[in-house]
């Protein structure tokens, strides 16, 4: 599970392995969404590949996209798209939303 601060910029790392090693994610497109536990979208995620020859990816959104994100949890997971359009999805991961205390 992921805690998060709703109207914070938002910025998960990930790295993928594979039997110990990095796995290389050079032309492959990758896609997130967030929804709730009903289904409904609340976002789609932007996903930035930083290291694709190591496998390491950051999803995430700036402040102000997230500013009206319903509190409570979500889910996400990530898919991934090659060159002959066969997908791949991970596992679902929890995404905790909070009101943080400071508002200003």
């Given at each position: 599970?992921?805690?998060?601060?709703?109207?914070?910029?938002?910025?998960?790392?990930?790295?993928?392995i594979a039997?110990g090693?990095p796995?290389?994610?050079?032309?492959?497109?990758?896609?997130?969404?967030?929804?709730?536990a009903?289904?409904a979208l609340i976002?789609d995620?932007?996903?930035t590949i930083?290291?694709a020859?190591?496998g390491?990816?950051v999803?995430?959104?700036?402040?102000?996209e997230?500013?009206?994100?319903?509190?409570?949890?979500a889910?996400?997971?990530?898919t991934?798209?090659?060159?002959?359009g066969n997908?791949?999805?991970?596992?679902?991961?929890?995404?905790k939303?909070?009101e943080?205390?400071?508002?200003?």
């Amino acid at each position: 599970m992921v805690e998060f601060y709703r109207g914070d910029s938002l910025a998960i790392r990930l790295s993928f392995i594979a039997a110990g090693s990095p796995v290389d994610i050079t032309g492959i497109t990758i896609t997130s969404q967030l929804r709730d536990a009903r289904g409904a979208l609340i976002s789609d995620l932007d996903v930035t590949i930083k290291d694709a020859a190591a496998g390491v990816v950051v999803v995430g959104l700036g402040s102000s996209e997230t500013a009206d994100f319903p509190l409570g949890s979500a889910l996400s997971n990530l898919t991934f798209t090659d060159a002959f359009g066969n997908k791949f999805s991970t596992e679902p991961f929890v995404l905790k939303i909070m009101e943080s205390i400071t508002r200003a």
